[in-house]
């Protein structure tokens, strides 16, 4: 699963927020791969979706952190 609501987002603990930041960071690499690598990724919303999700997780986790 690629998108995460704010909603879901504001009620995970901390280490949830990091555990999936590093899932989605993952995820990102292996569709940059198969991006380099010429082939078409089988969800071409997939690739903006997770650099979104993975944009709100660490807009939140600064925010918390303040």
């Known amino acids: ?3 995460v609501s704010n909603r879901d987002i ?3 603990s901390l280490d949830a927020l990091q555990a999936r930041l590093v899932e ?3 995820e990102m690499l292996q569709l940059n791969a198969e ?3 010429g082939g078409t ?4 919303g997939a690739y903006k ?3 979104r999700s993975i944009a ?3 807009t ?3 925010q918390r952190a303040e």
């Open 60 to 62: 939140h986790l600064a």
């Open 49 to 51: 979706a997770t650099s």
């Open 41 to 44: 990724p089988a969800n071409m």
């Open 24 to 26: 989605l960071q993952e």
């Open 56 to 58: 709100r997780i660490k």
């Open 35 to 37: 991006k380099a690598l």
């Open 10 to 12: 504001a009620s995970m």
């Open 1 to 3: 699963m690629t998108y």
